[in-house]
């Protein structure tokens, strides 16, 4: 199976500012799906990112807050922009490496802290 | 959209005994049901899925139940060991996304 590396692992961030997660696959994806899990809920599904086309964004989700980059077939970056306490969140990608269209495998997330 | 629904929220089982986590969902139009395990401070894991064509699909001491009439499924995990502690999540998808129930954190009891 894909090895998909994210990073940072964590990071402890003043609110106000922004932080870039990045998402790299060892193998050529079509999409790649950022979620969020906060501490101790489900996950969400934040954007579907496509090469090659504007992220497509769930509910409750904006560009100007979560601006996601794909240049490529590989590679991926979320950034969470002016931070304030309630972005604290486990933030990962996942991929549909088996190309099926349903079978996605996880990054090991980012644990983002907010103070 | 899709709305999927996981009970219980939590379930303690002695060891050896048996488990079974059930999740419905609302779009009659999803065709896919994942179940992820999550262990404490790790990325959620695929550990089995079903398509809506099958009705049911094991593997080892996992396995998966799909009515598609009443919209609902369901995780079995028989013989359970303490190594099977962790919060499972149920998925449904119609197209390309997942949708995720809220989770079952499951403790087995030495």
């Known amino acids: 199976s894909a090895v998909i590396s994210q990073k940072p692992s964590r990071d402890i961030c003043q609110r106000g500012t922004s932080l870039t997660i990045q998402c790299q696959v060892d193998?050529?994806?079509?999409?790649m799906f950022w979620y969020r899990q906060q501490p101790g809920q489900s996950l969400t599904l934040i954007a579907t990112?496509?090469?090659?086309?504007?992220?497509?964004?769930e509910s409750g989700f904006v560009i100007d807050k979560f601006p996601i980059s794909r240049p490529n077939l590989t590679f991926s970056t979320l950034t969470v922009s002016n931070m304030s306490p309630e972005d604290s969140s486990i933030y990962l990608c996942?991929?549909?490496?088996?190309?099926?269209?349903?079978?996605?495998?996880f990054g090991s997330g980012t644990r983002l802290t907010v103070v | 959209g899709e709305n999927v629904e996981q009970h219980p929220s939590t379930l303690s089982v002695q060891e050896g005994d048996s488990a079974v986590i059930k999740c419905t969902y609302s779009?009659?139009?999803?065709?896919?049901f994942p179940w992820y395990k999550q262990e404490l401070g790790k990325r959620p894991q695929l550990i089995i899925d079903?398509?809506?064509?099958?009705g049911e699909k094991k593997d080892q001491r996992i396995a998966v139940t799909l009515n598609k009439t009443a919209k609902h499924f369901s995780l079995h995990i028989t013989e359970t060991q303490p190594e099977d502690s962790a919060v499972y999540f149920c998925?449904?998808?119609?197209?390309?996304?997942?949708?995720f129930g809220k989770g079952t954190k499951l403790s087995v009891i030495p």
């Open positions: 998925a449904a998808s119609g197209s390309y996304q997942l949708t």
């Open positions: 193998s050529q994806v079509t999409m």
């Open positions: 990112a496509n090469q090659g086309s504007e992220a497509t964004y």
């Open positions: 996942s991929v549909d490496v088996a190309q099926t269209h349903y079978g996605y495998t």
């Open positions: 079903i398509r809506s064509n099958v």
């Open positions: 779009d009659s139009a999803s065709n896919y």
